[in-house]
């Protein structure tokens, strides 16, 4: 992953599915402060458990 453009790619691939996460979260949640307030926390981890993408 030396090219700058292939990272840029793989890191905006990452984001754009924690939005799509919330997105679906939001639109099937049955509590009320999820889909009319938004409080909620989204993230993507690897397996070492570092955050990779999150969406808050």
């Not at 639109?27 to 570092?50: C, K, M, S, W």
Request: proline share 2%; charged share 20%.
């Amino acid at each position: 992953m030396s090219n700058a453009i292939t990272l840029e790619v793989i890191r905006h691939s990452l984001l754009a599915g924690a939005d799509e996460m919330a997105r679906n979260l939001c639109r099937t949640a049955f509590n009320t402060v999820v889909y009319e307030i938004h409080d909620y926390g989204i993230g993507l981890h690897d397996p070492q458990g570092d955050v990779v993408a999150r969406q808050t």
